[in-house]
């Protein structure tokens, strides 16, 4: 089974600076997604990033990217230009392929309560 | 484009009834649904998949005649938590999912959520 880990349950920081949030998984798989979802007080789900495990460019978009390492399993968010809408809970989560054909699962960690202060 | 609602947002119900969440995509048709199970500050469990027109697949430990799961069409999926007990109180989310043009991909979109709260 897969495991996903996130180690630092709360972390924050100063509006417009950079912070890193940490994840590690665990899985025998060799094709697989990592995720970064947002969870803000709304507690509406919102995809933040991917990225495909067959690809080493590490993904980017805008202001967040990712640092993945596949050999060490480890996935980790930077959010550059903290703003406080970033305020959120962050899930990082893993996808493989269900044992159902065409269909898939996420499998979540703890989650990190980030709180970007004024 | 891809929103998925839930309906109700919110309910309250008496320990022993029956509660129905409905799972809707409204601008795409859904291959697979999932359903979530969140209790406070923590992290979302899945509870079942469900694939239009079978039965749902339910995670270990999820009690299938409790939580009853119908997919009857691609839009559409409802959770129907029977006998409620206060045990049962929590955030259900669902999420649907879609073939993105990565055909290797199924990208999942989640809905708002529904707060269950058993008295």
């Known amino acids: 089974a897969q495991t996903v880990t996130q180690s630092q349950p709360e972390m924050s920081v100063q509006e417009a600076e950079t912070v890193t949030l940490s994840c590690t998984y665990d899985?025998?798989?060799?094709?697989?997604?990592l995720f970064w979802y947002k969870q803000p007080p709304s507690r509406q789900m919102i995809l933040v990033i991917r990225q495909e495990a067959y690809k080493q460019q590490n993904a980017t978009e805008n202001r967040f990217s990712v640092n993945f390492q596949k050999a060490a399993k480890s996935f980790s968010l930077k959010i550059s230009d903290s703003q406080l809408g970033d305020t959120a809970m962050y899930f990082c989560a893993f996808m493989k392929p269900h044992s159902g054909a065409g269909s898939y699962q996420l499998t979540f960690g703890k989650g990190t309560k980030l709180s970007v202060i004024p | 484009g891809a929103v998925v609602s839930q309906h109700p947002s919110r309910v309250i119900c008496k320990s022993g009834t029956s509660v129905k969440i409905e799972c809707r995509s409204l601008d795409f048709q859904a291959t697979t649904m999932f359903w979530y199970r969140q209790f406070p500050k923590q992290s979302l469990m899945l509870m079942a998949t469900s694939n239009e027109g079978s039965k749902a697949t339910y995670e270990q430990g999820v009690e299938k005649d409790k939580f009853l799961i119908n997919h009857a069409s691609l839009t559409l999926s409802t959770l129907t938590v029977t006998s409620a007990h206060p045990e049962d109180s929590s955030f259900y989310i669902c999420?649907?999912?879609?073939?993105?043009?990565?055909?290797?991909?199924?990208?999942?979109?989640f809905g708002p959520g529904t707060r269950l709260t058993v008295l």
């Open positions: 899985t025998s798989e060799s094709n697989y997604y």
């Open positions: 999420s649907a999912s879609t073939l993105s043009r990565d055909p290797t991909y199924n990208e999942q979109f």
